[in-house]
């Protein structure tokens, strides 16, 4: 485990070796809950790791809509 300190603005530093890791770059956004006594922070998955998540995903015909000839109020 590896400790870190929040600077006066409330600011961290995710050690190199983290962000290595987990390949944080500038910009990347992370997203960040807590609990009691814990701070939990996720990499927020980006369009190409989502990419394909749904693929084969069966999906009932009374689901799908046809709306091209949808009639407008």
């Known amino acids: ?13 995710i050690p190199r070796e983290v962000r290595e890791g987990l390949q944080i770059t500038p910009g990347t956004r992370l997203l960040v809950s807590h609990d009691k006594d814990s701070l939990h922070m996720v990499k927020e998955p980006g369009l190409k790791e989502i990419r394909g998540l749904l693929k084969g995903l069966k999906v009932k ?12 109020p």
């Open 1 to 13: 485990m590896i400790a870190i300190t929040v600077s006066s603005k409330y600011q961290i530093v």
């Open 61 to 72: 015909d009374a689901e799908i809509r046809d709306e091209t000839n949808r009639q407008l």
